[in-house]
């Protein structure tokens, strides 16, 4: 499938609405634990066990991401899209088989395994095109596709909660939602495949970097810089901080104030859920955003440090306030959101365009161990804490520790990030003509 060129007079505004319609469907799967209290009752699963699905997700996301960057700049974004709207609809369709039969291994393999595949392929598939309609605000653009995959949850959580309590929440009616869910998604991602276009004066990948101006380094190059494995912890700390809160979000803020004289119910824990997803998102637009004014690495220490600050607050204070709790929350998730917006901006301006989206891919492997590390650290204390005979917020405090050496560590990396040695640039068409510079091996 050849990539859809943009016909005269095109507007590189409509690009934006087709990333979203993507990104908001596959943003589905922050709303991940609104499903995992009615899926541990019906199938009798411990949290850590019913958090699988999710994890395996983001760990898919991640590779399919890595190995699928150079085939989403070759094909185009309309390609990525079909394939992320066949992999991520039918993996809900696989899980709603494995949910009505009580096999819970087919809901792993289905939204784990096929829907992360589709999760991966639809992330990436917009984003080196928005940088080319958009390469005097990369930041801004990115973030208002990548807004999208924040957001989906300020949907899927309420309309997730709705249909357990409509379908009930035993494994038929989790099935059913499921069912929903996927043939649901199916339609709205189709709007983005049909309306998503390539600007009329790009060229072909394999014109290379002659289409492009500026330092340019190829996917290859690129993982072997000391810049790429900086960003790449950078980017894992940031999100296994976030991720830890946003996998956990319901039954967390409930076990928080289960003790308290104002608990918290389920809707209510679903409400949280969908508060974090419209910081998530407007995260993600706001501060990408921002990037552009005050620079990437800025960007990053105000994500990484003062991050630190919120989760050191709501470990110290977060069981006595609730509203600390939930304010500190929603910064950290708008740090997280922004984190993965601001990412390909921080690749253009230190890689180049050439191959940004197979680079972004890549590195998207951080967010896969993260996706591992996070909900792990967090559901796996706790459960070992509740075992102990603790409740409520105790079961959380080694984890924000945790998550605050993270950050820290995330720091650091951020600060050694300098810009790409030349002898990693790709030469521009007329010098290899004169003979100036070779190419690197």
Same mark, same amino acid.
Request: proline content about 6%; hydrophobic content about 50%.
């Given at each position: 499938? @050849?990539?859809?060129?943009?016909?005269?007079?095109? @507007?590189?505004?409509?690009?934006?609405?087709?990333?979203?319609?993507?990104?908001?469907?596959?943003?589905?799967?922050?709303?991940?634990?609104?499903?995992?209290?009615?899926?541990?009752?019906?199938?009798?699963?411990?949290?850590?066990? @019913?958090?699988?699905?999710?994890?395996?997700?983001?760990?898919?996301?991640?590779?399919?991401? !890595?190995?699928?960057?150079?085939?989403?700049?070759?094909?185009?974004?309309?390609?990525?899209?079909?394939?992320?709207?066949?992999?991520?609809?039918?993996?809900?369709?696989?899980?709603?088989?494995?949910?009505?039969?009580?096999?819970?291994?087919?809901?792993?393999?289905?939204?784990?395994?096929?829907?992360?595949?589709?999760?991966?392929?639809?992330?990436?598939?917009?984003?080196?095109?928005?940088?080319?309609?958009?390469?005097?605000?990369?930041?801004?653009?990115?973030?208002?596709?990548?807004?999208?995959?924040?957001?989906?949850?300020?949907?899927?959580?309420?309309?997730?909660?709705?249909?357990?309590?409509?379908?009930?929440?035993?494994?038929?009616?989790?099935?059913?939602?499921?069912?929903?869910?996927?043939?649901?998604?199916?339609?709205?991602?189709?709007?983005?495949?049909?309306?998503?276009?390539?600007?009329?004066?790009?060229?072909?990948?394999?014109?290379?970097?002659?289409?492009?101006?500026?330092?340019?380094?190829?996917?290859?190059?690129?993982?072997?810089?000391?810049?790429?494995?900086?960003?790449?912890?950078?980017?894992?700390?940031?999100?296994?901080?976030?991720?830890?809160?946003?996998?956990?979000?319901?039954?967390?803020?409930?076990?928080?104030?289960?003790?308290?004289?104002?608990?918290?119910?389920?809707? !209510?824990?679903?409400?949280?859920?969908?508060?974090?997803?419209?910081?998530?998102?407007?995260?993600?637009?706001?501060?990408?955003?921002?990037?552009?004014?005050?620079?990437?690495?800025?960007?990053?220490?105000?994500?990484?440090?003062?991050?630190?600050?919120?989760?050191?607050?709501?470990?110290?204070?977060?069981?006595?306030?609730?509203?600390?709790?939930?304010?500190?929350?929603?910064?950290?998730?708008?740090?997280?959101?922004?984190?993965?917006?601001?990412?390909?901006?921080?690749?253009?301006?230190?890689?180049?365009?050439?191959?940004?989206?197979?680079?972004?891919?890549?590195?998207?492997?951080?967010?896969?161990?993260?996706?591992?590390?996070?909900?792990?650290?967090?559901?796996?204390?706790?459960?070992?804490?509740?075992?102990?005979?603790?409740?409520?917020?105790?079961?959380?405090?080694?984890?924000?520790?945790?998550?605050?050496?993270?950050?820290?560590?995330?720091?650091?990396?951020?600060?050694?990030?300098?810009?790409?040695?030349?002898?990693?640039?790709?030469?521009?068409?007329?010098?290899?003509?004169?003979?100036?510079?070779?190419?690197?091996?």
């Amino acid at each position: 499938m @050849s990539p859809p060129v943009a016909p005269p007079g095109w @507007s590189r505004w409509l690009v934006p609405p087709a990333a979203l319609s993507v990104h908001l469907s596959i943003g589905q799967a922050y709303a991940w634990s609104v499903f995992k209290p009615s899926l541990e009752s019906a199938l009798d699963l411990n949290g850590t066990q @019913s958090a699988l699905p999710f994890q395996l997700a983001i760990v898919m996301l991640g590779l399919s991401a !890595a190995f699928g960057g150079t085939l989403v700049e070759r094909n185009g974004p309309r390609w990525a899209m079909t394939v992320a709207l066949i992999c991520f609809s039918s993996g809900f369709l696989i899980a709603a088989l494995g949910a009505q039969t009580e096999q819970y291994w087919l809901i792993v393999l289905g939204y784990g395994f096929v829907g992360g595949i589709g999760l991966g392929i639809g992330y990436i598939s917009p984003v080196s095109t928005l940088i080319k309609w958009f390469p005097d605000r990369p930041g801004m653009a990115t973030g208002i596709a990548i807004m999208g995959f924040g957001g989906g949850a300020l949907i899927a959580s309420p309309w997730s909660a709705q249909m357990l309590e409509s379908f009930g929440s035993d494994h038929s009616g989790i099935a059913l939602a499921f069912l929903v869910h996927g043939l649901s998604y199916a339609v709205f991602m189709a709007l983005g495949v049909l309306l998503v276009r390539v600007p009329r004066t790009e060229k072909p990948v394999e014109d290379g970097p002659s289409a492009f101006e500026g330092v340019q380094v190829s996917a290859a190059s690129a993982v072997r810089t000391p810049q790429f494995w900086c960003l790449w912890i950078v980017l894992c700390m940031n999100v296994t901080a976030g991720i830890g809160i946003l996998e956990k979000a319901a039954p967390m803020i409930t076990d928080f104030f289960a003790d308290t004289s104002t608990p918290v119910s389920v809707s !209510a824990a679903a409400g949280f859920v969908a508060l974090l997803s419209a910081a998530n998102m407007a995260g993600r637009i706001g501060w990408s955003s921002t990037s552009d004014l005050i620079g990437r690495k800025n960007i990053y220490r105000v994500y990484l440090g003062v991050g630190a600050v919120m989760y050191l607050l709501i470990a110290s204070f977060g069981d006595s306030s609730k509203p600390l709790f939930i304010l500190c929350a929603l910064v950290i998730l708008s740090f997280y959101g922004g984190g993965f917006a601001t990412i390909p901006a921080y690749l253009k301006d230190l890689f180049g365009t050439y191959q940004v989206g197979a680079i972004h891919g890549r590195l998207l492997t951080a967010w896969s161990t993260a996706g591992v590390l996070g909900p792990l650290i967090v559901n796996w204390i706790a459960d070992h804490q509740k075992e102990a005979g603790k409740h409520g917020s105790a079961l959380y405090g080694l984890s924000f520790m945790i998550m605050i050496g993270l950050l820290v560590i995330g720091f650091v990396a951020n600060e050694f990030v300098r810009p790409v040695h030349p002898r990693h640039h790709i030469p521009a068409p007329q010098e290899v003509a004169d003979g100036r510079r070779e190419q690197p091996a």
